[in-house]
């Protein structure tokens, strides 16, 4: 380590279930594993997460309040309390904003050297509150998802008005750290902020005991010996994942061959997604476990990873899959699927919701895997040590954080 050892403040909503928060805990490690003071700043001290963070991390719970609790508060700033009105108007305002008093007194009384945050409305939080401390600290945002699609397709109207929000409030970062370089260029051009302000840096997703999780036993029938091969996809069920395409697909699939389908998570298209399932006659191949916490069993298990999302950020269960030695298909989504398998040389990319096209890349993954060694070579990219050592170039402001690279060696 070059550098002297800083203090590093990681800030997210909570540890409950995501990406983001995963990634935000194997961040946390592998920065604390290089020396450095790391603080892991929640708004609420909840989620399965939280046993990954290793003592190493403080974890600093704000015990975030209401929104009603920061009206106060933003009604004084002027501005910033007009552009938020229209989203702390609603019922169902993110609660991370109630966080914004609590966090700036956490800037004034332990004076991180840098602070990053995860996450649209807690990044948004993050810049009020250095705005209120009034302290020296350098924020960098980070910018998980593909913005303009994430904003476009979005049911929720807390994401939808998003656009000016981010427009407003992130160009008072010091910077961004964006998780793909598809998303980075987005973001420029969307929000019209200076391209040296943005550093595309990849997630840390494949950490020293992944192998060990994935050796865990996984009590499922369909992985017995003899059994027709499981197709596995993983995310929240919800219409970003696409996950009708991929019953389409499926279905298209096993009237082919034999082949089952597992797909672990849980949301708000359960009974939609197990309604399609009976109504394609495939009802009685398709399994929806729900969440689970360790995936790696799965994806170990499984003969075929099939991710059918129509917009991504860099999607860490595709990389996840890979470092377990699954074969894997994936839509050409905007963005991190080609850079993840550096345009179809890792496996083949398909147009969003193309179930037909889908299908036969499936078919044809099935009958010709590349070597499992070879998969968790490229997973190996990915690595918590690579993503924290680029993330340290970015918040202490090294020289060499326009050097960082996210291309293929």
Not at 70 to 79: D, I, Q, S
Not at 288 to 313: C, T, W
Request: proline content about 8%; glycine content about 8%; overall charge neutral.
């Amino acid at each position: 380590m070059d550098s002297p050892p800083a203090h590093i403040a990681l800030f997210i909503r909570s540890l409950a279930g995501s990406g983001a928060e995963r990634m935000t805990a194997n961040l946390a490690r592998g920065l604390a594993e290089r020396g450095h003071r790391v603080d892991l700043v929640l708004a609420r001290r909840i989620g399965p997460f939280l046993g990954e963070v290793p003592d190493s991390v403080r974890i600093v719970d704000l015990g975030s309040p209401s929104v009603l609790h920061t009206l106060p508060l933003l009604w004084r700033a002027g501005g910033d309390f007009a552009a938020l009105l229209p989203v702390l108007a609603n019922p169902h305002a993110p609660r991370v904003l109630g966080s914004i008093t609590r966090l700036a007194d956490y800037m004034r009384r332990e004076r991180p050297d840098v602070l990053l945050s995860a996450l649209d409305y807690g990044n948004i939080a993050a810049v009020i509150a250095r705005d209120l401390a009034g302290v020296p600290l350098r924020l960098v945002l980070g910018q998980r998802c593909h913005f303009t699609s994430d904003v476009l397709n979005a049911r929720k109207a807390r994401v939808r008005k998003l656009g000016p929000l981010v427009r407003r409030f992130y160009p008072r970062a010091d910077a961004v750290i964006a998780v793909s370089q598809g998303v980075a260029d987005d973001l420029v051009a969307a929000v019209n902020l200076p391209p040296e302000r943005v550093t595309a840096v990849y997630n840390p997703v494949v950490g020293p005991d992944i192998a060990e999780k994935a050796a865990q036993p996984i009590d499922h029938p369909w992985f017995a010996e003899g059994a027709p091969p499981v197709v596995l996809g993983v995310g929240k069920l919800k219409p970003q994942k696409d996950f009708t395409t991929l019953l389409h697909a499926f279905a298209k699939l096993r009237a082919q061959r034999l082949a089952r389908l597992i797909i672990l998570g849980e949301g708000e298209q359960r009974g939609e997604l197990e309604q399609l399932a009976q109504t394609l006659g495939i009802g009685g191949d398709v399994a929806l476990p729900g969440f689970v916490e360790n995936p790696f069993p799965y994806m170990a298990r499984a003969s075929l990873f099939v991710l059918s999302s129509r917009f991504e950020g860099l999607p860490g269960v595709l990389i996840q899959a890979l470092a377990c030695g699954c074969p894997s298909v994936s839509t050409d989504c905007p963005s991190g699927p080609a850079e993840i398998l550096d345009n179809g040389r890792y496996g083949p990319l398909v147009a969003v919701g193309d179930a037909e096209g889908l299908a036969q890349a499936m078919a044809d993954t099935l009958a010709a895997p590349l070597p499992k060694e070879v998969l968790r070579e490229r997973a190996a990219f990915f690595s918590t040590g690579r993503a924290a050592d680029n993330t340290l170039d970015v918040l202490l402001g090294s020289s060499t954080a326009d050097q960082l690279r996210c291309q293929p060696t």
